[in-house]
């Protein structure tokens, strides 16, 4: 199966700030099948980016996710203070789907 | 609206049976894959697997063949994630959620609130 890394484990930053959040894939991913969610303390994940760069629907425009093949990257462009949450990639071009391990983006 | 409903918090003993429910509104059941994901405390996400109503085709994640079922009744618009003999290490947060690419891997873009379940003699 295809792992996935994200990096880093832990972002702290402040409002207003860019957020710059990584995924490395084991191996090429398609960009169709390639995905990130939103998850806060307490709620079900929220998808944010299908493939690799189409924001889901609400998805505010601040959110962004770009990369081909084996790395990924979503950016949170000024970070506003309801995004400090956990974040996860995903990939659901080889069988099984997997996620990413997450990376915290925290105050 | 597309809305997935679970049914409530589970605590079992090992070795016990268990089904939980998500029951879906608001869109064509039947088109949709719908599908699980374990969360287990304080980890990641974990996709179990999925089944599309339509016709039942069932899809598992190697991991999770074996150890629950999956299911649904499409009269009653609602999927269901079983075990029939619990452990303790099943203890986490089980959440149904659904899509409609046409891969059965796609992306859920619709989430259930979450089903914990605690296993613990």
């Known amino acids: 199966e295809i792992v996935l890394t994200q990096s880093p484990g832990t972002l702290s930053l402040s409002p207003g700030e860019r957020a710059t959040l990584s995924c490395r894939a084991s191996q090429s991913v398609s960009s169709s099948y390639f995905a990130w969610y939103q998850q806060k303390p307490g709620q079900a994940p929220r998808l944010l980016i299908y493939?690799?760069?189409s924001r889901a629907t609400g998805v505010p425009d601040r959110f962004s996710g770009s990369g081909s093949g084996t790395d990924f990257t979503l950016t949170i462009s000024r970070l506003e203070p309801e995004d400090f949450a956990v974040y996860y990639c995903?990939?659901?071009?080889?069988?099984?789907?997997?996620f990413g391990q997450g990376t915290k983006v925290e105050i | 609206e597309v809305q997935l409903v679970q049914s409530g918090a589970e605590v079992k003993k090992p070795g016990e049976s268990l089904k939980i429910s998500c029951k879906g509104s608001g869109y064509r059941f039947t088109s949709y894959w719908i599908g699980w994901v374990r969360q287990m405390p304080g980890k990641g996400l974990e996709w179990m697997g999925v089944i599309y109503p339509g016709d039942s085709d069932t899809r598992y994640n190697p991991s999770f063949r074996g150890q629950v079922t999956i299911s649904a009744d499409k009269s009653i618009t609602t999927a269901y994630l079983q075990w029939s003999s619990l452990k303790a290490s099943d203890t986490a947060m089980y959440y149904c959620?659904?899509?409609?690419?046409?891969?059965?891997?796609?992306?859920?873009?619709?989430w259930g609130q979450g089903t914990l379940v605690t296993v613990s003699s």
């Open positions: 959620a659904a899509h409609n690419s046409g891969w059965y891997g796609g992306p859920f873009d619709h």
């Open positions: 995903q990939q659901c071009d080889s069988s099984p789907p997997t």
């Open positions: 493939g690799a760069s």
